[in-house]
């Protein structure tokens, strides 16, 4: 049999030729990994899950503003909102917090998508069950635990609860307003410099009677109110520098104002004007989401591109220089017997 053995002297010629060949790109070589998205985890009970469309509405918002290299995560998925999003997420209808935390139910969760950053708005249930906030806040502890074990770096959003007036339930809206006057406190005792714990404020300016169809589930301007008040805080946990970041120097931010032009019974006109916030940078584009009284249809919008109630800037004005600002109208229609016109806008530009 032939030797397979290879002399020396050659051996450490065919190394050195393939050293030099790969050097200069004669060889394939390994390509650089592709960055890696930032895992986002939307965390609760049926508010979030079944539909929680201020999770489609929260997603659209991020990317139109350039944040594009994100992943909404969970072992759910339900595509059952007007606007296409990444609908992954762990929304468990009916679950209490305290009984996620006794049942040991998250950690599944966390090695199944490996999130970054967790976005819960979670504790309804327990308030409605008359489980006390010491008992819920024991359960927090116990679920941010889990998720450090998980990612010792994870960044954690905590909601104070949207309000809930159901009809079975009469203290449900003063149990809910006791539990989120306790929460800023215990956050700010678990925070920590690598796993940040930050409160956002669901309660203040949600209607039950206007932004939920049955006292305790989001409606559509519920929905847009949610995401409105999720983003910023969401946005500023994101890569500095990212497109929109309102922490970049060279990037633009915009507001919006509403005001009703004409009003009629069952509908009226309405416009908005869009500012770039910017005293310096320029904004190429801009989204606004609208907030809208219980009842009230956009049926027709100029001046911008309709999506449900958020608006795109046409392909004409979506470029407004620093410190300007731009229009667009539109027509609403509402049910019988509606108040003065009223709109919540939420602006972000890119």
């Known amino acids: 049999m032939r030797s397979r053995h290879h002399h020396p002297l050659l051996a450490a010629f065919l190394a050195a030729l393939f050293t030099f060949a790969a050097g200069f790109g004669l060889v394939g070589a390994p390509s650089a990994a592709a960055a890696t998205p930032v895992r986002i985890m939307p965390l609760g009970d049926s508010i979030t899950g079944s539909p929680g469309c201020w999770r489609s509405l929260l997603w659209n918002q991020l990317q139109n503003a350039g944040y594009t290299d994100i992943d909404f995560v969970g072992t759910l998925n339900a595509q059952s909102c007007a606007l296409t999003h990444d609908a992954d997420n762990e929304g468990h209808g009916g679950f209490q917090a305290t009984?996620?935390?006794?049942?040991?139910?998250?950690?599944g969760w966390l090695a199944a998508t490996r999130p970054?950053?967790?976005?819960?708005?979670?504790?309804?249930?327990?308030?409605?069950?008359?489980?006390t906030p010491d008992t819920i806040l024991t359960a927090y502890t116990k679920l941010i635990g889990q998720m450090r074990a998980s990612n010792p770096a994870m960044k954690v959003l905590?909601?104070?609860l949207i309000p809930i007036n159901p009809s079975s339930c009469a203290e449900c809206a003063a149990r809910t307003v006791a539990f989120n006057q306790r929460i800023p406190a215990w956050a700010q005792g678990i925070t920590t410099a690598q796993s940040p714990v930050t409160?956002?404020?669901?309660?203040?300016?949600?209607?039950?009677?206007?932004?939920?169809?049955?006292?305790?589930?989001?409606?559509?301007?519920?929905?847009?109110?949610?995401?409105?008040?999720?983003?910023?805080?969401l946005s500023a946990l994101l890569t500095p520098g990212d497109p929109?970041?309102?922490?970049?120097?060279?990037?633009?931010?915009?507001?919006?104002?509403f005001r009703a032009v004409s009003v009629w019974q069952g509908g009226y006109q309405g416009e908005v004007t869009v500012t770039n916030t910017s005293s310096t940078a320029a904004i190429s584009s801009w989204t606004v989401t609208l907030a809208l009284s219980a009842g009230t249809q956009l049926t027709q919008v100029w001046n911008g591109a309709l999506s449900g109630t958020t608006v795109r800037n046409a392909g004409w004005n979506g470029t407004v220089t620093a410190g300007a600002s731009t229009t667009f109208g539109f027509l609403a229609s509402t049910p019988a017997g509606a108040g003065a016109p009223s709109a919540t806008t939420t602006c972000s530009a890119s």
């Open 99 to 107: 009984a996620t935390a006794d049942q040991n139910l998250l950690p």
């Open 116 to 131: 970054d950053i967790v976005v819960m708005h979670f504790g309804t249930n327990d308030v409605w069950s008359s489980i």
């Open 158 to 160: 905590v909601a104070q």
């Open 199 to 233: 409160v956002v404020d669901q309660w203040t300016g949600f209607d039950t009677a206007t932004d939920t169809y049955d006292g305790v589930h989001p409606n559509a301007s519920g929905d847009a109110k949610m995401a409105a008040r999720w983003y910023p805080a």
């Open 244 to 257: 929109g970041d309102p922490g970049d120097p060279g990037s633009g931010g915009c507001s919006a104002a």
